[in-house]
């Protein structure tokens, strides 16, 4: 909407809102266009960047992705184990709790 900035309902038709979206949001969509068009340029905020483009974006990636691989490696209970403590009414382990 931002690039054909429409200035009448039957505008806000031709860009594809259906049912009762222009009945009932439409006034308030022409509003706030009317209201982003008197915007001085210098008073909008910096475009923002694609996040693949950061410097840091592959090693932030791979750190992710190397605690992600680490995690799922974690030996983790058995189903039956599970299932067998509470059906005796005993808490089940978490999965971040440490073994001593």
């Known amino acids: 909407m931002a ?6 309902l039957t505008q806000l038709h031709t860009l594809g809102l259906t049912g009762q979206e222009i009945p009932c949001h439409g006034q308030d969509v022409l509003q706030i266009v ?8 210098n008073a909008c905020p910096q475009p923002l960047y694609h996040l693949i483009n950061h410097p840091q974006y592959r ?5 992710v992705k ?11 209970p058995s189903l039956i184990l599970l299932i067998k ?3 005796a ?3 089940i382990p ?3 709790a440490t073994n001593p």
């Open 34 to 41: 009317a209201n982003c068009c008197d915007i001085e340029e």
């Open 59 to 63: 090693e932030a990636f791979k750190a």
């Open 66 to 76: 190397t605690l992600t691989k680490g995690h799922l490696e974690k030996p983790k």
């Open 89 to 91: 009414g005993r808490p």
């Open 3 to 8: 690039r054909y900035l429409p200035n009448s």
């Open 85 to 87: 403590l509470s059906e």
């Open 94 to 96: 978490s999965r971040n």
